[in-house]
Each structure stands twice: as structure tokens, then as C-alpha cells.
């Protein structure tokens, strides 16, 4: 974070849809050349406020102030300083990478000479060079990906909105775009970033706002956010029905949320959760004896697979937060497809 300049503020705004209230009486800030992250699961109301944010949609109540310019009243108002990179693909796909991008710069008043040395910048800073020529409906999931970003940038904003940029992408480019991201953020661009990808959130944020249900729960940084994790000691478990032997079946099977009712009856000052339906997670202040609690397992009829230490995350904050299991919301996403 470069200096505590507010360049975006919102102050209580909501929206409904029908009955349903997909923003409910939000309010935060964002510091100029800061990377703030909106870290929540499906359904949060994260695409609905990146909406109101950039003009696509109207907030029933509250204000929205970017630059100085009163959002509220003009929505576009600010639209000159913003990229937006939506959840999904607003590029054509009859035409090539390399025409998409110059029809973008043309939207923004570039010259024909500029637009195309400019697009030829972007296809390569993105590794699309050798695709340029192909029709974009061609692209792979992770081609597009970036080519959409790239199109949000043609202009040079110096204010970027990104909605889940790798969700459902490859390895590799989501390792690309993440890098890219924070290169922009490094020469100064201001990003407003929404996730649910937990790890994302605490790679490139340097504030983050946990949402759940259209509300904010939580707003900090995330070196504030990890220093709750300090002193605490973790350990996870894998388990796993017995392997039948002589033709027996197993006598029991395994339940993950069982076993873990089972620990903290025996062991009142650890905490557990099942984080799978074969792994469990012991959180405790003070180092984790692995022993007794193997025997304990095994007792109620599972086979440790694994213990394993493992260093506390900010991901043990957010399901502290929000009772939600970053699992849960990486399984949902994956079902339903596209954010909220």
C-alpha cells in the first residue's frame, strides 16, 4: 500500500433482486495503489458491488464515490479511469486476439497506429503473440482468460476491477495472470480484486473484505489478519476406513465430523473441524501432541493415513471469521459456475 488516500469509497449501499438482498448496507474504502482483495463464496454479492462499483448496475441505497466523482448520481462518471475484467468473457469470438484488442483501443479513441502497436504489447506481455491470428472462440479457458484482462487494460487505467480472474483456468496461466496482477499493482495501478480463492487473497492483497450473504463480517490487512494466527500450532489428520483383512469387512465407517466430537470429548482444549470427509484439522495455542490423538482415531476405528503440521494460513482466520470451509466454496463454485 503506497499511501492511505481514499480513491474509492462506499458508504451503505445495498441492492435487491426481487426479494432476494444481494447487497446488504455495505460500506469500505480503497487506499490509492492498494490491491484490495473481496474475498467471499458464491452467492456473496461480490459481482453485484464490482456492478454498482463500475456503473452496470444502480444501487437501491448508499453512495459511491470514486476519484472525487459522485458515482450515485453518474454512474459512468469515473469510467475513463477504470478497467473492468468481468467473471466472464465480453470479447467476440469471431474476431482474432489481436482485432479485439484494437476494436477495444478504438472504443477509447486510439489511433489505428497506436491501437495495434498497443495490442501487439499486450498479446505479447501475456504470452499470446503466436495466438494473435486465431479467432478468439478458438482460445483455451486460460487464453481467453488473459486476453480479457489484457482488453481491460488497453487504456492504462490507473483503477482496475477484477471479478474471480482465475477461476476455472490452468495452473500455469492462473500463475501468469496472478504475476501480472501484481506487476500492475507495483506500477502504481489501484486493484479491486474479488476471490474465493482464499490462497489468491493472501498472495496478492494487501487489505482484504471477508463478505458472506451480501455483508461485510470483517476488513483488514492481511498482516493484521495472520498475526491471529501467531502461536497457534495445527495438525491434519487424513483417516480412512480400515483396510479389510481375511475377507472381513471394516466395523465402522469412517466419519470425519464423528472423530472430531470424539477429540475435543477427550481433549476439551484442542479445537477440531472436519475440513473433508476423511480429513480432520486440530487447531490448538499450544503444540499438538500427535500420539494420544492417533490412538484416540484409531480407538473409534479409522486409520490415520497422514498427520501432518502444517502452517497456519489466512485461511484458518476466514473459517474462524465466517464458519465457512474454503472447500465448501471452492465445490459450490465449481458446480454453479460464475460469481455473485
Do not use: W
Not at 477504470?82 to 482485432?99: C, K, Q, R, T, W
Not at 488473459?146 to 496461466?173: M, N, Q, R, Y
Not at 489468491?200 to 476488513?219: D, H, P
Not at 484458518?316 to 454453479?336: S, Y
Request: include cysteine.
Amino acid at each position: 500500500m503506497r499511501n492511505h488516500e481514499t480513491l474509492i469509497e462506499v458508504d451503505g449501499v445495498a441492492k435487491r433482486f426481487g426479494d432476494v438482498v444481494a447487497v446488504d448496507s455495505v460500506a469500505f474504502t480503497v487506499h490509492r495503489g492498494e490491491l484490495f482483495g473481496f474475498l467471499g463464496p458464491n452467492g456473496a454479492g461480490k459481482t453485484t458491488t464490482i456492478n454498482m462499483l463500475t456503473g452496470l448496475a444502480r444501487p437501491d441505497t448508499g453512495a459511491i464515490n470514486i476519484a472525487g466523482i459522485d458515482c450515485t448520481q453518474n454512474p459512468r462518471g469515473a469510467q475513463h479511469m477504470i478497467g473492468v475484467v468481468p467473471d466472464e468473457s465480453n470479447l467476440y469470438p469471431e474476431l482474432s486476439g489481436f482485432e479485439n484488442l484494437c476494436f477495444c483501443g478504438s472504443l477509447y479513441g486510439f489511433r489505428k497506429r497506436d491501437r495495434e502497436a498497443r495490442a501487439r504489447e499486450l498479446l505479447d506481455q501475456f504470452g499470446l503473440a503466436d495466438a494473435a491470428g486465431r479467432k478468439f472462440a478458438g482460445y483455451s479457458k486460460g487464453m481467453k482468460r488473459k486476453l480479457t484482462i489484457a482488453a481491460g487494460i488497453i487504456h492504462g487505467p490507473p483503477i482496475l476491477f477484477l471479478d474471480e480472474p482465475t477461476t476455472g483456468i490452468d495452473v500455469a496461466s492462473a500463475r501468469q495472470i496472478r504475476q501480472r496482477i501484481a506487476d500492475l499493482n507495483a506500477g502504481g495501478t489501484t486493484v479491486f480484486l474479488t476471490t474465493h480463492y482464499i490462497e489468491e487473497a493472501e498472495r496478492l492483497c494487501q487489505r482484504i473484505a471477508f463478505i458472506v450473504k451480501g455483508r461485510i463480517v470483517r476488513i483488514d490487512t492481511v498482516d493484521a489478519l495472520m498475526h491471529e494466527t501467531d502461536g497457534r500450532h495445527v495438525v491434519q489428520f487424513s483417516v480412512s476406513d480400515p483396510v479389510p483383512t481375511g475377507g472381513k469387512s471394516a466395523a465402522v465407517t469412517v466419519n470425519a465430523a464423528d472423530l472430531c466430537a470424539a477429540i475435543t470429548g477427550a481433549f476439551p482444549h484442542l479445537q477440531c473441524r472436519a475440513i473433508a470427509d476423511t480429513a480432520i484439522r486440530v487447531e490448538s495455542p499450544a503444540p499438538v501432541r500427535v500420539g494420544p490423538l492417533v490412538r484416540l482415531l484409531e480407538d473409534r476405528g479409522a486409520e490415520v493415513a497422514e498427520a501432518r503440521k502444517i502452517r497456519p494460513s489466512l485461511e484458518e482466520v476466514f473459517v474462524r471469521i465466517t464458519g465457512i470451509e474454503p472447500a465448501a466454496m471452492k465445490l459450490e463454485k465449481a458446480k454453479i459456475g460464475g460469481g455473485a
